[in-house]
């Protein structure tokens, strides 16, 4: 036992070793001590004590009387006051004896000062400057008119001249991305780097917090907003519809399958049979909003394995073009209000990502299918009556169409049988043409609809023609057999349609964490 105990027992060298190291490190806190007092000796009485530092931990203990104000409010008009923010350190510049800070919230940001007066001690102008960038602080100050503009904020009249400062929950001082990096323009190279997107979306916490992702997300939940205002003024009723099926929704390979107990189900690719179902049950007039999955191996710059979806449904008496006619004018809805209410957020993207106005008419325009293919084939375009249209067939249209009616928004109608899905409703003048439209903004698509087939017979003779097993799709054939009033509908994509809108180049800036055939996470 004895012996084990020696040779557990450090050598006399390294006891050496130790205690030199004891001995280094006593001499280097008694230098730090020695300067921290000079510092402080330098800096005169530290009398703005209280009044800055880092607070606890947020732990709900206490209810103080005490009123945030948000920054967007800060105008001249509230020069004199004293105001309490609580808003992120976007950038601080430390110059002689005061700081300069820039404060955020969102996307609005305004300038303060922290410097040495009666008030405001050295010791607190230089916590003032270390302070990592993206802390939260809360800023107690006194709201002052400037005399010059302050062009990089967007509260350029005034500023807070900074009387307490606390630090509410402090950011690590090594950012993946630094979010004026972020925030700039791709033509601005010059001026330092240019995120990629990558980057970006692995770090999408911190690329969220720009500026522009904060006023293109406000945009996007102003476009569900508006459609369901739209809708709901109509006498829509708002339902909600599985998202997990025992069949493919519109067949096809592109869905995604999944572990349902002791069998298998899929994601929705649609939720168009059960909006037809809810007519069948007579609401009448339905719409939807959810997610939609597509296991498309798609990676282009508008395509995405899940997406929001705004679906409709309508029941009409005579004609389809009336559910046409209920659809554009609630894209219009959206458009105007979107321009109205939203300007604010427009302007912000377009300082990152110039883009023309979107343009549209009231009633849209309404082309047939033949008008484009004409338009195309007069422009140099080679394709038959019953083809497709190509992407960039539709991008030169979506030109041809603003150049000679001035609108980025058109319904193009009647197009083919032969490039539609079996439930599409035949034209009853023409076998070859169809009772269905897609609707473009800035050339692209971003809704597809058509008159369903609402007899079981017509649905049954359309599917063998398209050579579906009809076991895959009973139930669905069944929903018309015990009366179905005639109907038609669509579903649109919410971020093609923010993407076009804001004329952006990419649908992930759009998509909040965006799901594409390379992208799990975050």
């Keep these: 036992m004895e012996t084990e105990n020696k040779e557990n027992a450090p050598s006399k060298k390294a006891l050496k070793k130790q205690q030199k190291e004891a001995e280094k490190a006593a001499k280097k806190a008694a230098r730090a001590a020695e300067l921290a007092a000079e510092s402080e000796a330098a800096e005169g009485e530290d009398y703005s004590k209280g009044c800055y530092g880092n607070l606890p931990m947020i732990q709900s203990t206490e209810k103080p009387d005490r009123q945030l104000v948000k920054i967007r409010t800060l105008t001249a008009a509230e020069a004199g006051k004293k105001v309490w923010v609580r808003a992120r350190l976007h950038t601080s510049r430390a110059k002689g004896k005061q700081c300069f800070i820039v404060l955020r919230q969102q996307h609005f940001n305004i300038q303060a000062l922290v410097a040495v007066n009666e008030r405001i001690s050295k010791a607190m102008v230089r916590f003032a400057s270390n302070i990592t960038k993206e802390s939260i602080v809360d800023v107690e100050g006194l709201v002052s008119t400037v005399p ?191 321009r109205d209410r939203y300007m604010t957020e427009i302007d912000t993207v377009n300082k990152q990502f110039p883009a023309e106005p979107f343009k549209f008419l009231d009633p849209p325009l309404r082309l047939n299918y033949p008008e484009g293919v004409k338009m195309l084939r007069d422009n140099g375009v080679e394709m038959g009556d019953e083809e497709d249209l190509t992407t960039p067939a539709e991008k030169l249209l979506g030109r041809l169409v603003k150049a000679k009616y001035d609108t980025d928004f058109f319904i193009l109608d009647k197009f083919p049988m032969a490039v539609r899905p079996f439930y599409t409703m035949p034209d009853p003048d023409n076998a070859k043409q169809s009772n269905s439209y897609d609707i473009f903004m800035r050339g692209e698509e971003i809704m597809s609809g058509a008159q369903r087939i609402h007899d079981p017979k017509l649905l049954t003779e359309r599917a063998l023609h398209h050579e579906i097993d009809l076991s895959t799709i009973q139930s669905y054939i069944d929903s018309f057999k015990y009366g179905a009033a005639p109907h038609a509908g669509g579903g649109i994509g919410l971020e093609r349609v923010t993407m076009l809108y804001l004329g952006l180049d990419n649908i992930r800036k759009v998509s909040l964490f965006p799901r594409d055939p390379k992208r799990l996470t975050p």
């Design 148 to 338: 010059q503009k302050i062009e990089s904020c967007t509260q350029q009249d005034v500023e807070i001249q900074i009387e307490q400062l606390f630090v509410v929950s402090q950011s690590e001082p090594r950012l993946p991305l630094q979010i004026e990096d972020a925030a700039r323009k791709v033509d601005e190279e010059s001026q330092g780097p240019i995120v990629n997107q990558d980057t970006r979306l692995d770090n999408r916490i911190l690329d969220l917090r720009t500026a522009t992702s904060q006023a293109i997300f406000r945009l996007e939940g102003g476009v569900v907003q508006l459609f369901r205002e739209s809708l709901m003024k109509r006498d829509f009723v708002e339902v909600h519809t599985p998202k997990i099926i025992s069949a493919a929704s519109e067949g096809g390979a592109n869905v995604f399958k999944v572990s349902y107990f002791k069998t298998s189900a899929f994601l929705a690719q649609s939720p168009q049979l059960y909006k037809q179902m809810a007519i069948c049950s007579d609401f009448d007039r339905v719409f939807t909003i959810g997610a939609v999955f597509r296991a498309e191996d798609s990676n282009t710059h508008r395509h995405l394995t899940e997406f929001v979806g705004l679906d409709l449904e309508m029941a009409f008496n005579y004609h389809y073009h009336e559910a046409l006619d209920v659809i554009g004018a609630m894209f219009c809805d959206i458009f105007r209000g979107l």
